[in-house]
């Protein structure tokens, strides 16, 4: 029996195009895995739980983390997603496939 990891890499390969997958699909689980991985520190720092390890005098203001966390989609939406997508011809012409070995 095939292991979970491969079967559901088979379903991607058979419902989504190479394209997709590349593009699209690494976009997303980016974004996924760089924006949730810093939710529990905006939280406890909104908390005031991080307050004692804080090295800096500096606070920072939920206006603040707004702004950084407003120009950080800006910059992933705008650079990031369009060298994804003008880089897929380049991997396809270096051999990459979607199929499993």
Same mark, same amino acid.
């Given at each position: 029996?095939?292991s %979970? ?7 991607? /390969? @058979?419902?989504f195009s190479? +394209?997709? =997958?590349?593009c *699209? !699909?690494? &976009?997303? =689980?980016?974004?996924?895995v &760089?924006? $949730?991985? !810093?939710? #529990? +520190?905006? &939280?406890?720092?909104?908390?005031g739980? %991080?307050?004692?390890?804080? /090295?800096?005098?500096k606070?920072?203001a #939920?206006?603040?983390q707004?702004k950084? /966390? @407003?120009?950080?989609? =800006?910059?992933? +939406?705008? *650079?990031?997603? #369009? *060298?994804? $997508? =003008?880089?897929? #011809? *380049? +991997?396809? &012409? ?5 199929? %499993?070995?």
């Open positions: 029996m095939a %979970l990891l491969e079967s559901t890499w088979q379903y991607l /390969i @058979t419902h190479d +394209f997709q =997958l590349a *699209v !699909g690494s &976009f997303i =689980l980016h974004e996924s &760089f924006f $949730l991985s !810093g939710l #529990p +520190f905006i &939280f406890f720092e909104r908390r739980y %991080l307050n004692k390890y804080k /090295i800096q005098a606070t920072n #939920p206006a603040a707004e950084c /966390i @407003t120009r950080l989609l =800006l910059y992933h +939406f705008c *650079v990031n997603l #369009p *060298v994804m $997508l =003008l880089s897929y #011809p *380049v +991997f396809r &012409f270096m051999g990459m496939r979607s199929s %499993l070995p």
